[in-house]
């Protein structure tokens, strides 16, 4: 079965400064989805950036862009210039492939609260 | 308006008692979820369906059960609550085609 490990409960990061949140999968698998979801106070899950295994190279979006380390099944984020709107609890997570086999669920990691100081 | 909606947002209710969490979505997508979120456990997979007449368990469907009325609408029910089932839970849609799952706003749920 897969597995999700986000093993960092908290970070904290000052403004404008950089920050990297760690996840750790397990999987079997070799064609597979990695997510990063921010979930802020108000609950709603919103997708970050997601990384397709068969791509080499690693995802940017913005000020968000990952580390995809596919041999050691890692998969960081890390978030450049932070601001106090990044302020959230952060979801790694985990789909194999969708296919028509597939139950296309996601499977997350534990979560990492960002505090983000001014 | 929003793609995935839930109601209620936030509901007490008490022990023993019968509820439904309902979800409803306008993005015309066939597969439908529902996850549920506890601290330190991240999301967890309660059903999952693909269309009207294919329901499946996930991984935590023990005390629950579902309908999926419509391709648009699928709901939850907890058929005599416990407190241990005070959570937030989500709905969430996916094309079969991309993927990509959308969730609503969810809901505070507390057994008391």
């Known amino acids: 079965a897969q597995t999700v490990t986000q093993s960092q409960p908290e970070m904290s990061v000052q403004e404008a400064e950089t920050v990297t949140l760690s996840c750790t999968y397990d999987t079997s698998e070799s064609d597979y989805y990695l997510f990063w979801y921010k979930q802020p106070p108000s609950r709603q899950m919103i997708l970050v950036i997601r990384q397709e295994a068969y791509k080499q190279q690693n995802a940017t979006e913005n000020r968000f862009s990952v580390n995809f380390q596919k041999a050691a099944k890692s998969f960081s984020l890390k978030i450049s210039d932070s601001q106090l709107g990044d302020a959230a609890m952060y979801f790694c997570?985990?789909?194999?492939?969708?296919?028509?086999?597939?139950?296309?669920?996601?499977?997350f990691g534990q979560g990492t609260t960002l505090q983000v100081k001014p | 308006d929003a793609d995935v909606t839930q109601t209620p947002r936030n509901r007490i209710t008490k022990t023993g008692k019968r509820i439904m969490l309902e979800c409803s979505q306008t993005k015309g997508h066939d597969r439908m979820y529902w996850y549920r979120q506890d601290p330190g456990l991240g999301l967890r997979l309660i059903y999952y369906?693909?269309?009207?007449?294919?329901?499946n368990k996930g991984e935590i469907s023990d005390g629950y059960s579902v309908s999926r009325q419509a391709q648009a609408k699928f709901s939850l029910s907890l058929e005599s609550a416990i407190p241990n089932q005070t959570a937030l839970y989500f709905c969430a849609t996916s094309s079969g085609l991309s993927g990509e799952q959308y969730f609503g706003p969810g809901t505070r749920l507390t057994v008391t």
């Open positions: 997570a985990y789909r194999r492939s969708v296919g028509s086999s597939n139950t296309g669920k996601l499977i």
């Open positions: 369906s693909f269309d009207v007449k294919d329901i």
